[in-house]
């Protein structure tokens, strides 16, 4: 299954959260918090396996990863040591792209992704342009000279906060720490998505 394409407001709706975490989806006259269609409005009981489902595809648009990414980051939670649901979630921080964004140098993770897979970005003083990449603690990511003078980029750092596990100095951050599971998504019930791959 490829990357979600579509309306993000629509999909904000369908699960009643920002997937944007900005809530931009909800503004400029778009008050509508009901599921999209002529019949959003109504209540709908979901079976159990939608309920799970709906938690998986959650995660997934709201970061921006296919199916196949998913799953691979769920097998690799799994095998280690440790609650599998919140090691699968601080795995899906990890990635570059979400880095990228949780430090401000980008407004959402849609830009993250573009500006990472442009080359825009060093970890560790290597070339890096591969948005899943999977950063370790202690890594360095630098922007490049080229784009530090992009207005996009300028005005995403004015606007955005970077994440308390980050720290920015300029245009290096420094991926300081594991996020706690009370700082980020705390929308999301990964115990659901461990139970829909686990059934």
Known sequence: MSRFLGSMFKRSRRFGISLLENNKEFSKGKKRTTAPGQHGAKRVKISDYQLHLYEKQKVRYMYGINERQFKNLFLNAAKKKGITGVILLQAIESRLDNLVFRAGFARTRAQARQFVSHGHFLVDGHKANIPSMQIKVGSKIELKPSLQNNSELKAAME???????????KFVATYSRYPERNEFAKEINEALIVEYYNR
Do not use: L
């Open 159 to 169: 606007a955005m906060t970077v994440a308390s596990w980050i720290k920015r100095d």
